[in-house]
């Protein structure tokens, strides 16, 4: 199941636990945690796994569009450039009742665009590099670049404290379905409590082994908010 909310009702970490009993659910006395929010930086996201972590060397991973996406963005494309074709040649091809095709094109046409913006911006590569260190998307080198900060989505870690790991609850009911799933935020901590956001996609397996790796890469804590066992509670929320 492909699913995609815009502005979704959202129930997560800050429904349940104080900022004291988050600092006692991980069993940590660090007053970083107290300035952290344990609120998600992003609304929504998607019920699949989004990214993939990728090894480039020591010193460099990336995440990038995972098999997943490229289906999921691909099919919302071709879905709106199906119905683009048929409201242009729906009669020629003797579907007499497909609709005004003036708005069958525009239809379509805000499918194919959506998809496309979609895919695009998914296939952009979220890199991390503990040497420089800094994390970036796309492929240009920041030690190349006389003023990095110039890149889209550039920031410095030297000041990386800890992986801040959010679980969220996305309830979404259409067509009288319950399309409601699980979410999971993954973010980087600095020592002010700032969060910078990693990614955030709905595979509970992958994104805990993504936050696993990720952390003993940084070599900095993992502060995970997750409960699985308490799922059914955090779905009645609302």
């Not at 990038?64 to 020629?92: D, E, H, P, T, W």
């Not at 920031?155 to 379905?177: E, R």
């Not at 990693?198 to 409960?227: C, R």
């Amino acid at each position: 199941m492909f699913s995609f909310h815009l502005k979704p009702n959202i129930c997560n970490v800050d429904d349940f636990l104080e900022e004291s009993s988050i600092s006692e659910y991980l069993k940590t006395d660090d007053h970083v945690v107290t300035l952290t929010s344990w609120r998600p930086l992003s609304n929504g996201g998607q019920d699949f796994k989004s990214h993939k972590m990728v090894r480039i060397d020591d010193d460099h991973v990336e995440f990038r569009i995972s098999f997943q996406s490229v289906m999921a963005y691909l099919s919302i494309l071709v879905v709106g450039v199906v119905v683009m074709i048929i409201s242009i040649f729906g009669k020629m091809m003797g579907m007499s009742g497909s609709g005004n095709p003036i708005v069958m094109f525009l239809i379509g046409l805000l499918f194919a665009g959506l998809g496309f913006y979609l895919f695009r911006k998914a296939k952009q590569i979220i890199a991390i590099n503990r040497v420089y260190p800094a994390i970036y998307k796309g492929k240009v080198d920041p030690a190349n670049v006389i003023n990095p900060q110039t890149i889209e989505y550039f920031h410095y870690l030297d000041k990386l404290h800890a992986l801040q790991l959010l679980q969220k609850y996305v309830k979404s009911d259409s067509d009288g379905k319950d399309n409601s799933y699980f979410s999971y935020e993954l973010n980087l901590v600095l020592h002010d409590g700032a969060r910078i956001k990693v990614l955030d996609h709905g595979n509970i397996n992958a994104m805990t082994k993504q936050a696993s790796d990720l952390s003993d890469f940084l070599n900095v804590p993992l502060w995970s908010v997750i409960w699985p066992e308490q799922q059914s509670l955090m779905s009645k929320m609302f």
